[in-house]
C-alpha cells in the first residue's frame, strides 16, 4: 500500500514540514503571553505588551498559513493516493478471472472498492495531518513546560502514565464490544428485511405479532449492548479530566511555592504552564483515536491488497491466424471442476460437437455440470484436462476479445445496468442503431411491452431493475445478446422466467431472422428444447446420451424419466403432431 | 424533437427525461466521514450536506410528544447539563483567583480558592459522567421505543404499499433515520442546551468583571462566528457536490461489479473501467476542493480565536496597568474567550445536524402515519367448510390497466381449480384476493357464503394456507420454521409435516436435524428443499383452503417429484387454487380456469376443455406440450 504514497512523497513531507511550522507557532503564543504578562502588565511597560502583541499576531497568521498549506498538501497527497488505488483496484477485479471473483465474493468486492479504501484515503489524511500534529504538540509541549520550569515538566510526566493507562484501558474493553454492536445492528436489520421480503407469508400465517416479538428481542439486545458501549464511554472523559486537573491544581500549588520562595517562578508562567499541560494531554488523547483508526485501516488496506495481489489466472492465448467465424463449437474429452473444490468433477469426459447453425440443447438436474459447461466455452473458466474448441482452434489459443467477440452469451442472472432500455440493449453492441435495437427486442419479445411502458426505449432500469419483472429483465437481456449478432448463441437456462408460448415464440423469431446460427440451450423443462436438432442429456458432469428427443425416447432411460415426470401422458396429443 | 422523432421506430418517441434515477443511497448518505482531531474546531457535522425539513415545527412538536414518555429522564439529563454548564464555568474564575492570590502573595487564600477550585472540578467530572449516562440511557430508550412503533408499522402495512415502495426506501428509515435522530437528541441537544447556557453565563460573568474587556471580546468573537457562518455555506456547497460524486461512484462499483460476468462476456473490461476512471477523477477533483476548503477551516478559525487572544491579551494588560483589572481577571478572560466562541461555532453547526434529523424524523413519521392494513370484518367463522365464490370481480392496480374483468368463479368444497394463462392474465391477482393481500375494486368475494370483507382478517387467512413460488423461509431453526404456521404444535405433528412434504429424509440426514439453524434465510438449502419445506409449513396450519402457486424454477427432476408428491397430499380433501405450470396438476384439477387479459376465457376439465379445441388446446399445446421450437 505504501508503494502508491511513494509517488506523492514530496506532498507528505511538505504537509508534514508545514505542519510542524504551525505547531511551533501554536506553542509559541502561550510562551509570548506570559510576555506579555509577566513583562508588560506586571511591569506597566505598554509598549511591550504592544511590540509583543504584534510578534504575537505575526506568528498567529504564520501558523494559519502553515496549517492551510499542510491542508493542502495532506489533501493532495491522500485524495492522489486514493484515487490511484481505487482505479487500480478497479482495473484489477476487472481483469480478474471467475475463479477468484468467486473466491472474494461480489458484495465484498463492491466493499473493497468504497468503504475500504475510504477508509484507507481518510488514515493517510489524518496520519499525515494528525499524527504529527500531535507528535509535536506532545515533544514541543513538554519542552515548553519544561523552558517554564523543570518542575511543571515533572508534574506532567507524572500524570501522563495515569492518561494513557486509561486510554489504553478504554480502547481495551470498548473495541471487542463494537463487533458484537454490528452483529446486533445486523440482526436487527436481518430481521427487518425478512419481514418485509416475506411479508406475505407473515401476513398468510397471521405472524405479526409474532414477528414484533422477535423484533423487539433483537431490538432490545441491540439497544442493551449499546448502551453498554456508551456507559463504558462515559467514563472515559471524566477519567482524563480527573488528572487533568489534578495536574493544573499541582502547577499552581507549586508554581505558587516556587513564587513564594522567590524562585525562578512568575504568574504569567503559570499561566502558560496550564494552557501547555492541555494541549499535552489532549494530545494523548486524539493519538489514541489515531491509533484506533489506524488498526481499522490496516484491515482495510489488508483486504485491498488482498485483490490486488491475486493474479488472473485466465490469460490471453496466443495464435497465429484467427479461423473464419463459422459457428463450430466441441468438446474433446474435457473434465472440469472447481478450484474450490479439485476433488470433485463437476465435468467428466465430456466430448461433443456442435455444428454450424445447429440447436444444441443440454439437459439434466441441478448440479449436473450444465452451467458449467457452457462456462468453458467463453473461457469463463478452464478446463482441467481435455480440450474446447470454438471454430476449430482451442480456446485457450485465443486472445480473450476475440474469443468472446464470436460468442453471445444469455446468462442465468440477467444482469441490466442502470440506464435506460435502449442502452441496455446497445450494451451487446455500441454503434447498434435503433431499428437494430428494436429488431432485437423483437426477436427477443420484449419490443411489446417496452412500447408498453410510459418511456418506451428510454425507460431507466432502476436499480436492481426492481421495475421489471423476471422475465422482462430476462428478455431485455436476450436482445443483448441478440444485438451482439454472434454466430454462436448460448442460452444458459436464460428463459426460466418466461412462459412456454413467449418462449416458443422467442426461438421461432430467432431461427426466422438470424438465419442459421448455432444455438446451444440450456432448459430444465422439456417442452422448450423438444425440437432441439439434438438433446444432450448430462448426468453427473457425464453426458449419458445424444440424440434428437424420439432417438432419446426410445434409448435414453434417464431422459424418459425427465420427461414423465414433466410431460406425464402428454404422448396422446403430440401423436397428433 | 419532434422532427426527430418522425424517424425513430416506435418505443424511442417518448424522452427518458425526468425519471428519477435511484443511486444506491448507501454511497451519498456517509459521505463524510468527518474525523476530528484538531478540538472543537472542526467538529461533528460541519460542512456536510444538510436536508431541510418540510414542515418542521410540526415533526418537532411530534417529537416533543414522543420524548414525553421519557420526561423524567428529560428533566434530570437537563439539571445535569446545567449543572455540568455552571460549573463548568466557576472554573476559570476560581483559577484566574488562584492566580491573583499568587500574584499578590495571599497565601491563605490561595489554599482556600485551590481547595474550592478542586471541587468545582469534582463536580464538574461527577455531573459531566453522570449526563453522558443518561444520554446515552435517554437515546436508548428513545430509539427502542421508535424502532418498535416504527417495525410495528411495517410489519401491518398492506402488501399494497410494500409492493409499490421500495424496499430499501422502507428499511433505510429504520438503519439511517431513526439513528439520526437518536444521537441528535441525546448529543446535540444537550449540547446545544450547555452551549446556549455557556454563551449566556460567560458573557454576564465577563459584565460583572469589567464591561469594557467582555466588549473586546464580543467583537472577536463575533467576527470568528461570521467567518464560521461564511465558510461552511461555501463548504456545505462542495461537499454536497461530494455527496453527489460519491454516491456516483459507489452506485457505479455495485452495479460493475454485481454484473461483472456480462461485462465479461461482452468485452467490456476496457469500457467499464474507462468509465469508472472518469469518476473516480471527477471524485477526486470534487473531493480535494472540499477536503481542502474543510481543511483549511481548523487553521482559520485557530488563527482568528488567537487573534482575539492577542487583543484581549493586549487590552487587558492595557487595562491592568491603568489598574482597571487585575492579572487574574486577564487569566480569566482568556479562557473565557475561548468558552464562549466555541460553543457558538458549535450551535451553527448543531443546527445543521438537527435540520438533519428533524427531517429523518419526518419520514420514520410519515411511515408511521401510513394507514394499517384494513382490518374491518368481525365474523368469526365456527368452521370453514371451503366454498368459494369470485362474483363480477373488477380489479386494476393502476388506473389505466384493468387486471381482471368481471371474473367469476364458484368452487365447492374440496374442489380442486387450476388457474392456467400467460404471465399478466391475472392468476396471481385471484390468489391476492383470497388472502385479501389486495382488495376487489367492484363485485365480491364470498368463503361459505360469507363476503371476505366481512370475515375477521385474521380468522380468514388462518383458514387458508399459501405456497408461494419464492419460497420464505426466516433465519431461525428448522423447526421453528415448520412450526411457524402452528406454534402450538408438538414435536409429533411437525415430524408428520415433514414426513408428508416428503422433507423429513433431507432434514433428518443434517447434523442437526430439526435443530439445524437456517442461516440468512435457508441459503444453505437447495430450492427444492426450500419449497418442500414451505409445504410441510402449510401441511402443519392444516386449513380448508389451499392456494399454490407453483415454482416454474429450477429443481431436479427427484425434487420436483418429490414436491410434487407432497402437493398432491396436500391438496386432498382441501379447497384448492393452484396457478398451475405442471401438467399433471392441471391434467388432475377438477376445473380448469383458463384466463386471458383478466377475463375466464374457458373453464372446464382437462378432457371437455381438449375437445374443444380453443384457447386451452392452443395454450396446451405451446405451453406443456412444447410443441414449437
Not at chain 2, 476559570?92 to 487564600?109: L, R, Y
Request: hydrophobic share 45%.
Amino acid at each position: 500500500m505504501l508503494k502508491y504514497l511513494k509517488k506523492y512523497w514530496f506532498f507528505c513531507v511538505a504537509a508534514a514540514l508545514f505542519m510542524v511550522g504551525e505547531v511551533s507557532m501554536d506553542l509559541y503564543q502561550p510562551d509570548l503571553m506570559a510576555d506579555i504578562v509577566d513583562n508588560g502588565v506586571l511591569k506597566g511597560d505598554i509598549n511591550l505588551i504592544i511590540s509583543v502583541g504584534v510578534r504575537m499576531i505575526i506568528s498567529v497568521i504564520l501558523g494559519g498559513i502553515c496549517g492551510i498549506m499542510c491542508g493542502v498538501f495532506a489533501n493532495l497527497a491522500a485524495q492522489r493516493f486514493g484515487n490511484d488505488v481505487r482505479k487500480d483496484l478497479f482495473g484489477k477485479i476487472m481483469s480478474l478471472s471467475f475463479e477468484e471473483t468467486d473466491k472474494i465474493s461480489t458484495g465484498s468486492l463492491v466493499t473493497r472498492l468504497t468503504n475500504d479504501v475510504t477508509q484507507v484515503q481518510n488514515t493517510v489524511m489524518m496520519s499525515v495531518r494528525g499524527f504529527v500534529r500531535n507528535t509535536v504538540m506532545f515533544v514541543g509541549g513538554i519542552f515548553m513546560l519544561y523552558r517554564q520550569s523543570p518542575r511543571f515538566a515533572l508534574i506532567a510526566a507524572c500524570g501522563l502514565p495515569f492518561i494513557i493507562i486509561a486510554v489504553v484501558f478504554f480502547l481495551k474493553k470498548t473495541s471487542p464490544l463494537f463487533a458484537i454492536v454490528q452483529r446486533k445492528l445486523d440482526g436487527i436489520n436481518n430481521v427487518m428485511q425478512e419481514d418485509v421480503k416475506g411479508a406475505r407469508v407473515v401476513k398468510a400465517y397471521v405472524k405479526e405479532e409474532y414477528e414484533l416479538d422477535r423484533f423487539d428481542k433483537a431490538n432490545g439486545e441491540l439497544c442493551d449492548i449499546n448502551l453498554r458501549v456508551h456507559t463504558l464511554l462515559a467514563f472515559m472523559g471524566p477519567c482524563m479530566n480527573i488528572v487533568l486537573n489534578i495536574c493544573i491544581v499541582t502547577v499552581i500549588l507549586v508554581g505558587g511555592f516556587t513564587f513564594r520562595e522567590g524562585g525562578d517562578m512568575t504568574p504569567g508562567r503559570i499561566m502558560a504552564a496550564i494552557t501547555y499541560l492541555a494541549q499535552i494531554l489532549h494530545g494523548v488523547t486524539f493519538m489514541a483515536n489515531i491509533f484506533q483508526t489506524f488498526t481499522r485501516a490496516r484491515a482495510s488496506a489488508d483486504r485491498i491488497n488482498e485483490v490486488l495481489r491475486s493474479e488472473a489466472v485466465i490469460l490471453d492465448g496466443v495464435c497465429g491466424e484467427l479461423p473464419e467465424r463459422l459457428g463450430e463449437v466441441e468438446f474433446r474429452d474435457v473434465s472440469f471442476s472447481y478450484a474450490g473444490a479439485p476433488g470433485n468433477r463437476v465435468l467428466d469426459n465430456v466430448s461433443f460437437r456442435v455444428h454450424r447453425g445447429e440447436t444444441f440443447a443440454i439437459i439434466g438436474a441441478t448440479g449436473s455440470g450444465k452451467s458449467s459447461l457452457v462456462n468453458l466455452i467463453p473461457r469463463f473458466y478452464d478446463a482441467l484436462e481435455g480440450e474446447v474448441l470454438v471454430d476449430g482452434v482451442n480456446v485457450k489459443d485465443y486472445p480473450l476479445t476475440e474469443l468472446r467477440a464470436r460468442i453471445a452469451i444469455v446468462l442465468q442472472k440477467a444482469e441490466l445496468y442502470q440506464r435506460p432500455i435502449a442502452d441496455n440493449i446497445r450494451w451487446g453492441r455500441g454503434d447498434a442503431d435503433p431499428w437494430e435495437i428494436k429488431s432485437a427486442a423483437e426477436i427477443a419479445q420484449a419490443d411489446d411491452f417496452i412500447c408498453n411502458t410510459e418511456y418506451g426505449y428510454n425507460t431507466l432500469v432502476t436499480e436492481d431493475g426492481h421495475s421489471l419483472s423476471g422475465g422482462q429483465k430476462q428478455r431485455i437481456s436476450i436482445a443483448r445478446a441478440v444485438i451482439k449478432k454472434c454466430n454462436i448463441m448460448i442460452f444458459d437456462d436464460s428463459t426460466s422466467a418466461l412462459d412456454l408460448h413467449t418462449e416458443a415464440e422467442l426461438y421461432r423469431t430467432l431461427g426466422e431472422r438470424m438465419g442459421d446460427i448455432t444455438k446451444i440451450i440450456i432448459a430444465q423443462r422439456i417442452a422448450s428444447i423438444k425440437g432441439a436438432d439434438r438433446i444432450a442429456v448430462l448426468n453427473n458432469g457425464r453426458i449419458e446420451a445424444v440424440g434428437s428427443h424420439s432417438e432419446l425416447m426410445e434409448s435414453s432411460e434417464l431422459y424418459r424419466d425427465i420427461y414423465n415426470s414433466q410431460l406425464k401422458e402428454g404422448g396422446d396429443i403430440n401423436d397428433g403432431e | 424533437m419532434t422532427e426527430n422523432n418522425k424517424t425513430l421506430p416506435r418505443g424511442f418517441e417518448r424522452s427518458g427525461e425526468g425519471q428519477s434515477m435511484h443511486y444506491n443511497p448507501k454511497g451519498g448518505q456517509r459521505a463524510q466521514p468527518q474525523i476530528s482531531f484538531r478540538g472543537g474546531m472542526r467538529g461533528r457535522g460541519m460542512g456536510q450536506a444538510v436536508e431541510k425539513p418540510k414542515s418542521a415545527g410540526k415533526t418537532l412538536a411530534r417529537l416533543v410528544t414522543y420524548f414525553g414518555k421519557a420526561k423524567n429522564m428529560l428533566v434530570i439529563l437537563f439539571v445535569l447539563v446545567v449543572l455540568v454548564t455552571l460549573s463548568a464555568l466557576l472554573a476559570p474564575t476560581v483559577q484566574g483567583e488562584a492566580i491573583d492570590f499568587i500574584t499578590e502573595h495571599e497565601w491563605n487564600s490561595l489554599y482556600i480558592s485551590l481547595i474550592i477550585l478542586g471541587a468545582v472540578y469534582i463536580c464538574n467530572i461527577l455531573f459531566s459522567l453522570l449526563q453522558s449516562l443518561y444520554a446515552a440511557r435517554l437515546s436508548q430508550f428513545i430509539v427502542r421505543l421508535m424502532r418498535h412503533d416504527l417495525f410495528r408499522k411495517i410489519d401491518n402495512l398492506s402488501i399494497k404499499y410494500l409492493d409499490t415502495h421500495s424496499n430499501g426506501d422502507i428499511m433505510s428509515r429504520m438503519t439511517n433515520d431513526i439513528e439520526n435522530v437518536s444521537t441528535t437528541v441525546s448529543q446535540s441537544l444537550g449540547s446545544l442546551i450547555s452551549g446556549i447556557l455557556t454563551v449566556v453565563g460567560t458573557v454576564a460573568i465577563m459584565f460583572y468583571h469589567c464591561w469594557q474587556l467582555t466588549l473586546i471580546t464580543l467583537v472577536s468573537v463575533i467576527l470568528t462566528v461570521i467567518v464560521t457562518n461564511f465558510m461552511s455555506k461555501a463548504m456545505r456547497k462542495v461537499y454536497r457536490k461530494r455527496s453527489a460524486a460519491l454516491g456516483r461512484l459507489n452506485g457505479q462499483s455495485e452495479e460493475m461489479i454485481t454484473g461483472y460476468r456480462s461485462i465479461v462476456a461482452y468485452n467490456k473490461q476496457s469500457d467499464v473501467t474507462e468509465e469508472f476512471n472518469e469518476a473516480s477523477d471527477e471524485l477526486t477533483r470534487v473531493s480535494m476542493r472540499a477536503e481542502i476548503l474543510g481543511g483549511s477551516m481548523g487553521p482559520i478559525m485557530n488563527c482568528i480565536s488567537n487573534i482575539s487572544f492577542v487583543i484581549v491579551a493586549a487590552f487587558g494588560g492595557y487595562f491592568a496597568y491603568t489598574g482597571l483589572i487585575t492579572i487574574g481577571t486577564i487569566s480569566m478572560f482568556i479562557i473565557y474567550a475561548k468558552q464562549f466562541s466555541r460553543p457558538i461555532n458549535e450551535i451553527a453547526q448543531l443546527y445543521g445536524s438537527i435540520q438533519t434529523a428533524v427531517a429523518g424524523a419526518e419520514r420514520v413519521f410519515a411511515l408511521i402515519d401510513e394507514p394499517d392494513e384494513d382490518r374491518s370484518g368481525d365474523i368469526i367463522p365456527e368452521s370453514v367448510v371451503g366454498e368459494v365464490s369470485f362474483r363480477n370481480v373488477n380489479f386494476s392496480y393502476t388506473e389505466e390497466r384493468r387486471v381482471l374483468h368481471d371474473f367469476n368463479l364458484e368452487v365447492k368444497p374440496g374442489e380442486k381449480i387450476a388457474l392456467v394463462g400467460a404471465t399478466g392474465s391475472g392468476k396471481t391477482t385471484v390468489v391476492n384476493f383470497m388472502m385479501r393481500f389486495y382488495d376487489v375494486d367492484s363485485g365480491e368475494i364470498l368463503v361459505d357464503g360469507v363476503n371476505i370483507k366481512d370475515i375477521n382478517r385474521d380468522e380468514l387467512r388462518r383458514s387458508i394456507a399459501i405456497v408461494l413460488q419464492d419460497t420464505v423461509l426466516f433465519s431461525d431453526t428448522i423447526r421453528n420454521n415448520i412450526k411457524y404456521a402452528n406454534p402450538e404444535a408438538d414435536d409429533d405433528e411437525m415430524i408428520r409435516a415433514a414426513e408428508m412434504s416428503n422433507s423429513r429424509s433431507f432434514i433428518e440426514k443434517l447434523p442437526e436435524g430439526y435443530d439445524t439453524f437456517l442461516k440468512q434465510a435457508g441459503a444453505g438449502l437447495s430450492h427444492g428443499q426450500r419449497q418442500l419445506l414451505a409445504i410441510a409449513r402449510a401441511v402443519l396450519r392444516n386449513p380448508a383452503i389451499l392456494i399454490l402457486d407453483e415454482a416454474t424454477s429450477s429443481v431436479d427432476t427427484r425434487t420436483e417429484k418429490n414436491i410434487q408428491d407432497a402437493m398432491v397430499k396436500l391438496m386432498k380433501n382441501r379447497t384448492s387454487l393452484i396457478i398451475a405450470h405442471r401438467l399433471s396438476t392441471v391434467r388432475d384439477a377438477d376445473k380448469i380456469v383458463v384466463m386471458d387479459a383478466g377475463r375466464v376465457v374457458e373453464m372446464g376439465n382437462h378432457e371437455e376443455l381438449l375437445e374443444r379445441r380453443g384457447k386451452y388446446y392452443t395454450l396446451y399445446m405451446t405451453q406443456f406440450a412444447g410443441n414449437q421450437i
